[in-house]
């Protein structure tokens, strides 16, 4: 199982820009998170899906949309990038049930610039 | 709401020392509780959790944590540190109201293991 993959790597985009993160997980979990990760914040949810076809807000979603037309993928978009959108972005996932344990995937270091 | 506070955002220990990174916790409810671990340039990997069974957890490469109600903190512990340890760590409680059960997490603790 490859787990939870997330492309590219890397990014360096210009203001006004947009792009999609994509995400992809070979888990079959139900659960899926986008968290952006600053510096000495911690990691803040974006938005999240309990299941395809359904998303919904996390802490942070302004300049963001997602959506969710399948179990496996979860991607995350940006339009009109800022360069407050600077950032490590983790995708994550989560199966039903009592664990809660959530599972990450490697990141994308994305800068606006 | 449910919110996670990390005392310390750097910790430096010397080889085969006492690893203790404090975490405390505030949540409505009954918490679930987890330690995240990060390697420079990588994703978070799970050390330990606590789900409301056992007080004292045991996770990967030697680490446990205590839950103490009373005190509100889930505090991280190693007997000895290694090198290898060196490494962000973050605590996190789970929402476990609601239907996706969202983690909110601590700031982090970067930990340094020096010789």
């Known amino acids: 199982n490859a787990g939870v993959t997330q492309t590219p790597k890397f990014r360096i985009l210009k203001i006004g820009q947009s792009m999609t993160l994509q995400c992809t997980q070979d888990?079959?979990?139900?659960?899926m998170y986008w968290y952006r990760q600053d510096p000495g914040m911690g990691l803040k949810l974006i938005y999240y899906?309990?299941?395809?076809?359904?998303?919904d807000k996390g802490e942070v979603p302004n300049g963001y949309n997602v959506s969710r037309s399948t179990t496996e993928d979860f991607p995350l978009r940006l339009e009109l990038a800022a360069p407050s959108q600077t950032s490590v972005y983790f995708c994550?996932?989560?199966?039903?049930?009592?664990?809660?344990?959530?599972?990450f995937g490697p990141g994308t270091r994305l800068t606006v610039t | 709401a449910q919110s996670v506070t990390q005392l310390g955002s750097h910790v430096s220990v010397s080889e085969g020392a006492l690893v203790l990174l404090r975490c405390n916790y505030s949540?409505?409810?009954?918490?679930?509780l987890f330690w995240y671990v990060q390697y420079p340039n990588q994703g978070l990997q799970l050390l330990l959790k606590?789900?409301?069974?056992?007080?004292l957890v045991k996770g990967i490469n030697g680490f446990e944590a205590e839950f103490k109600k009373s005190e509100t903190s889930f505090h991280l512990t190693k007997p000895s540190a290694h090198m290898s340890d060196a490494a962000e760590y973050f605590c996190?409680?789970?929402?476990?109201?609601?239907?996706?059960?969202?983690?909110?997490f601590g700031t982090g603790t970067r930990l340094q293991v020096t010789l």
């Open positions: 996190a409680v789970s929402d476990r109201t609601g239907t996706a059960s969202k983690l909110t």
């Open positions: 899906s309990v299941g395809a076809g359904i998303t």
């Open positions: 949540s409505s409810v009954p918490p679930y």
């Open positions: 888990m079959n979990h139900n659960y």
């Open positions: 606590y789900t409301s069974a056992a007080t």
């Open positions: 994550a996932s989560r199966t039903t049930g009592n664990s809660y344990e959530q599972y």
